[in-house]
């Protein structure tokens, strides 16, 4: 049997009760399926026996998979890419109506979810996403306004992803056992917007900008955004406020008129 790679930050799920509560949250009959990171393919088993229409898995270790193509050869509904899912083009891959899990490696987990984020085409073809992160992530991820949570990484998930159902992990469910709990969240993308940004490199640029000093009042920054004139367009905001207590709606608001000037 091969073993997780540190490397790579393999941790297996090996835990069949959470495995079939992670299927549970969404229905796959008839649906296509992608999984990112299979591993030795414990979620892929359970997938499999709720006959979806297709099943896509890209997993990056060269060993897990040659032996998920050996495992799978004969299985004529599932393709396998031998890749890393931050170089490769997962919007083109995925079919309309598509259900995505990842049980994704810690290291790289938010760069995954910024990936899907920045997809070109909004209402995207999958319907379901769910992951499971290390839980400090997750909770950043879903950090509501004036909570301690709240930040860079809420507000951008926010613009485009809604969160439905969520649940811990304990690292006795995985080999081997990770240092920290996980927790699992299924989100589904937003469909109407309040403010319609072209592209979300300007709310990342707003955030990172805002939130480059947390501690401090918006007023600098930003000036370094917006000039006088485009400040006056945002409405009532307080100048001497904190990055963190300013809505996320604010700053979807400040990232159009960015866009806009």
């Given at each position: 049997m091969i073993s997780a790679k540190k490397s790579l930050?393999?941790?297996?799920?090996?835990?069949?009760?959470?495995?079939?509560?992670?299927?549970?949250?969404?229905?796959?009959?008839?649906?296509?399926?992608?999984?990112?990171?299979?591993?030795?393919?414990?979620?892929?088993?359970?997938?499999?026996?709720?006959?979806?229409?297709?099943?896509?898995i890209i997993e990056k270790d060269e060993n897990l998979f040659k032996e998920l193509q050996k495992k799978y050869s004969k299985n004529k509904i599932i393709v396998i890419y031998n890749s890393d899912i931050l170089k490769f083009n997962l919007e083109k891959i995925i079919d309309?109506?598509?259900?995505?899990f990842g049980n994704l490696p810690y290291n790289i987990s938010s760069q995954i979810l910024i990936k899907i984020l920045k997809f070109k085409k909004w209402l995207p073809n999958f319907t379901d996403l769910i992951f499971m992160f290390q839980k400090e992530l997750g909770d950043k991820i879903l950090g509501k306004f004036s909570s301690t949570n709240y930040g860079r990484l809420s507000?951008?998930?926010?613009?485009?992803?809604?969160?439905?159902?969520?649940?811990?992990?304990?690292?006795?469910?995985?080999?081997?056992?990770?240092?920290v709990n996980s927790l699992v969240i299924h989100f589904q993308p937003k469909k109407e917007k309040l403010f319609k940004l072209k592209n979300l490199e300007s709310l990342e640029k707003v955030t990172n900008i805002l939130f480059?000093?947390?501690?401090?009042?918006?007023?600098k920054n930003l000036k370094k955004i917006l000039?006088?004139?485009?400040?006056?367009?945002?409405?009532?905001?307080?100048?001497?406020?904190?990055?963190?207590?300013?809505?996320?709606?604010?700053?979807?608001k400040i990232a159009k008129i960015y866009e806009d000037k």
């Open positions: 930050g393999q941790n297996f799920l090996i835990d069949k009760n959470v495995i079939k509560k992670i299927i549970n949250l969404t229905e796959i009959e008839k649906k296509n399926v992608v999984e990112i990171g299979p591993g030795r393919g414990e979620l892929t088993e359970e997938i499999l026996k709720r006959k979806p229409k297709s099943l896509i309309s109506e598509s259900v995505i507000i951008i998930s926010n613009y485009r992803l809604k969160s439905l159902n969520k649940f811990l992990v304990s690292p006795n469910c995985f080999v081997p056992k990770p240092k480059s000093n947390k501690r401090k009042m918006i007023n000039n006088t004139n485009d400040i006056k367009k945002i409405g009532e905001l307080r100048l001497n406020l904190r990055p963190s207590e300013i809505t996320p709606e604010t700053y979807y």
